[in-house]
């Protein structure tokens, strides 16, 4: 059985940090990593994506993956009240496959 | 920026019904898939669908379950005979290569 495990959170900041969001994976042969931003009652949008070792950044966001710990986070700089959100994380397999979620981590951006 | 697109956006159907799900993939995109997340619960993949066929499907995804490209712009779920677990909100999602995208959802709420 495949898992990905997040800490549910909330986790809280103010307006102006860094959140540091975390995942590990179970499944040793997953190829693709992603981040989704979750606004509650909407659908999951994808903002991030990983595929290698190392770190990938987009704007504010920074993904890191390292695949032999099977670790994957996300960063937000200069976080905003607009950044507050669940976050979750999935993974897939090679190719073109299904997505695992996480539960995801619950963000709270405080002005 | 193409999206994908789900009708309706809320389903309320009484047990034992039928209800059919659609979708409109992102025009160009050739991998489709339907996820469903109960309130409060992750994102759990039910189904995969490449090239007119079920590439991968969940244990979820049993015989009650069933989908189609009837033409080539919609991609449909049919759910046979409603159960009261069955309400969640259903994602169809699209992926050209890896990235999958989704759409906003539709609320099914089985009475």
């Known amino acids: 059985q495949k898992e990905v495990e997040q800490n549910s959170g909330p986790l809280s900041v103010p307006e102006g940090a860094i959140a540091s969001l975390n995942c590990t994976y179970s499944d040793r042969v997953s190829q693709s990593f992603f981040w989704y931003r979750q606004y509650s009652g909407k659908s999951p949008e994808l903002i991030m994506s990983i595929y290698s070792n190392g770190d990938k950044e987009d704007g504010r966001f920074t993904a890191q993956l390292n695949k032999a710990s099977q670790y994957v986070s996300l960063l937000i700089r200069d976080s905003q009240p607009s950044d507050s959100a669940t976050y979750l994380c999935a993974v897939g397999g090679p190719g073109f496959q299904k997505l695992v979620f996480g539960t995801g981590t619950r963000l709270l951006v405080s002005p | 920026e193409p999206e994908v697109t789900q009708t309706p956006s809320h389903q309320v159907t009484q047990m034992g019904q039928e209800v059919i799900l659609r979708c409109v993939p992102i025009?160009?995109?050739?991998?489709f898939y339907w996820y469903r997340q109960i309130l409060g619960q992750k994102v759990e993949f039910l189904v995969s669908?490449?090239?007119?066929?079920?590439?991968?499907k969940s244990e979820i995804f049993d015989d009650q379950f069933s989908v189609e490209r009837p033409d080539g712009s919609n991609f449909t779920l049919k759910i046979r005979s409603t159960k009261l677990e069955d309400s969640a909100m259903y994602f169809c999602?699209?992926?050209?290569?890896?990235?999958?995208?989704f759409g906003p959802g539709t609320r099914l709420t089985v009475t």
């Open positions: 669908f490449y090239n007119n066929e079920i590439s991968e």
């Open positions: 025009s160009n995109h050739l991998y």
């Open positions: 999602a699209s992926s050209y290569r890896v990235e999958q995208y």
